[in-house]
């Protein structure tokens, strides 16, 4: 996450105007039908797994990447469908 300091710290305008942004934040997140299933992984770390897994040890296409980085596991619910994203694989 990140560092939120204390409320008190604010004037009242200003704690108005975080509780909005914030609230806009959330929403917006929940647009977001293409998410990543990876966690804290980074991408960087997935295609040099990908590299490693080749025969050939070339760089995965960025296709590949986005493949890999959408995998679902069975038996887990998402909040996202998973249609789209199959689709574009």
């Not at 914030?22 to 998410?35: H, I, P, T, V």
């Not at 050939?56 to 986005?66: D, L, Q, T």
């Amino acid at each position: 996450m990140g560092y939120y300091p204390p409320l008190g710290n604010f004037k009242p305008s200003r704690i108005f105007f975080l509780k909005e942004e914030s609230r806009k934040n959330r929403a917006n997140r929940q647009l977001a039908d293409d998410m990543h299933t990876m966690g804290p992984t980074s991408y960087a770390f997935m295609r040099e797994k990908l590299k490693q897994e080749d025969p050939n040890k070339e760089e995965p296409s960025k296709a590949k990447v986005y493949g890999a980085s959408r995998k679902r596991k069975p038996g887990k619910s998402y909040k996202t469908n998973f249609a789209k994203t199959k689709q574009m694989i």
